[in-house]
């Protein structure tokens, strides 16, 4: 590691609060040219109760998963009243890659809609346009993202991120692990088990694919596929197969 605070890092398996957990990652991230940072959960491990939160100002009350950030708080503001956790591109990148990647190759990419554009523009008005992500693919289906900023002109800021990157991984790592030390282990009752063929229905069907379309998949009828179906919603403790849906994403059980 290079021009790393060890002492820091180390204490990082010592924390008693997230508070100290944040300060420590702010000495961190500074201490390899970064000016801030964030890091969030998107799709908690099994078995893991992650604080949770509605956002002031939601306005559709919307819960939103404890995270830490150095982000200006009007940005942050911004970005949870108007619900971007929902597009946010850097999860979508997150989610296939387990190597960190900077923004600027986001813009690049054919498949973003046009509120994940406006998103990224926005951010750079709010003098966030340089930066880069760190997925973390944690235990348990977990996955969290590590991004951090600087104030620095395009150039310094790659050579910046280019002799850092390797650090950010170990970083990621060690703060994503300290933070799940201090979450709590849900109860086994609050555990959902799901058999495979619940988890392939919901799976293809968060895929968008229809009940027929999964049942010529799976090699069952269709009736066969509304059956699991329903019984992974009845399970899940909801009322359609779109909430189950999108409820077994967010819980980690199918990752689409």
Request: aromatic share 6%; proline share 2%.
């Given at each position: 590691m290079t021009g790393l605070p060890i002492d820091q890092v180390d204490a990082l398996s010592r924390v008693k609060t997230t508070e100290e957990i944040g300060g420590l990652l702010q000495g961190l991230v500074e201490a390899l040219g970064f000016a801030a940072y964030s890091y969030v959960h998107v799709r908690p491990p099994l078995g893991k109760r992650i604080r949770s939160f509605v956002p002031a100002d939601s306005p559709n009350g919307r819960v939103v998963h404890e995270f830490l950030a150095t982000f200006p708080d009007s940005w942050i503001g911004h970005y949870l009243a108007r619900g971007y956790g929902d597009i946010d591109p850097t999860f979508l990148a997150a989610t296939g890659t387990t190597l960190p990647f900077d923004w600027l190759t986001l813009t690049?990419?054919?498949?973003?809609?046009?509120?994940?554009?406006?998103?990224?523009?926005?951010?750079?008005?709010?003098?966030l346009g340089l930066g880069a992500t760190v997925p973390i693919h944690g235990p348990d289906s977990g996955l969290s993202t590590l991004n951090v900023t600087a104030r620095q002109a395009q150039p310094a800021f790659e050579g910046t991120y280019r002799q850092s990157r390797h650090d950010l991984v170990w970083i990621a790592a060690?703060?994503?692990?300290?933070?799940?030390?201090?979450?709590?282990?849900?109860?086994?009752?609050?555990?959902?088990?799901?058999?495979?063929?619940?988890?392939?229905?919901l799976l293809w069907t968060a895929r968008g694919k229809?009940?027929?379309e999964v049942g010529q998949i799976l090699s069952i009828s269709e009736e066969t596929v509304l059956f699991h179906l329903k019984n992974g919603t009845r399970k899940l403790g909801v009322f359609s197969k779109h909430h189950a849906v999108v409820k077994a994403v967010m819980s980690g059980y199918i990752i689409p």
């Open positions: 690049a990419r054919g498949d973003l809609s046009s509120g994940q554009r406006r998103l990224l523009n926005e951010a750079e008005d709010f003098g060690q703060v994503h692990e300290a933070f799940l030390r201090l979450s709590q282990d849900a109860p086994e009752t609050q555990r959902v088990r799901l058999t495979d063929r619940e988890r392939d229905c229809t009940a027929w």
